[in-house]
């Protein structure tokens, strides 16, 4: 198996609970969370958020975001982290816990459970957002005159 694949997945997965609305992730995974301890608990930092000019140019440090990271392992011996933007601490174990879970036999099940109904939220949130930025779009043409023949 290429060892590209499973870390791919992952990314997209961490990045799918990172980006997950807390009360959305708490929804589809309540209390009481399986059995786990904590290896770091959810502690709130910051991190530095670096920009480059038009993408491509040399990058900038932007300025400083809010984060919270988790890590625990579970009872089965799965390791799970997770890193999210703001301060809700409860929305960092969870995800961590989520991580952890996709590591084990549970997989299927929490990604039909709690991944797919998130990734499906953010497209439509992202098809929402499409919708009302065409709304706005304004469409310039230039007439042809005589001189230009």
Do not use: Y
């Amino acid at each position: 198996m290429d060892r590209a694949e499973p870390q791919t997945a992952r990314q997209e997965w961490m990045g799918l609970l990172a980006r997950a609305r807390p009360a959305a992730l708490a929804g589809l995974l309540p209390d009481p969370l399986p059995d786990h301890a904590l290896l770091r608990a959810p502690e709130i930092g910051a991190v530095m958020v670096r920009g480059r000019a038009g993408a491509t140019g040399a990058p900038f440090n932007l300025g400083e975001m809010t984060v919270v990271r988790c890590s625990l392992r579970l009872a089965s011996g799965a390791v799970g982290h997770a890193v999210v933007q703001g301060r809700d601490r409860d929305h960092a174990r969870r995800a961590a816990v989520v991580d952890a879970l996709m590591q084990t036999g549970a997989a299927a099940a929490i990604r039909a459970a709690v991944l797919d109904p998130l990734a499906q939220a953010e497209a439509e949130a992202r098809q929402v957002r499409a919708e009302k930025a065409a709304a706005t779009k304004v469409e310039f043409f230039t007439m042809v005159r005589g001189e230009d023949k």
